[in-house]
């Protein structure tokens, strides 16, 4: 597997950089490709890290939470 790959779930937010996921402990996670699901605010993301805090979406889905 390798280690640059992510499972992200938190709230999905438009913050000045673009959409982001926000965690539960507070990490904001900027997300690279991806269409946002219409009236979903609580998702979980899978994608690549290309970026300390930048990821490259592979998959978003509305969380199980």
Do not use: K
Not at 13 to 19: D, F, K, Q, S, T
């Amino acid at each position: 597997m390798n280690s640059n790959r992510r499972r992200i779930s938190g709230r999905l937010e438009h913050v000045p950089r673009g959409l982001a996921i926000i965690t539960d402990v507070g990490d904001h996670w900027v997300l690279e490709g991806c269409d946002p699901p219409n009236f979903v605010s609580i998702v979980t993301v899978e994608g690549v890290l290309i970026g300390m805090d930048r990821l490259r979406v592979d998959w978003i889905g509305a969380s199980a939470q």
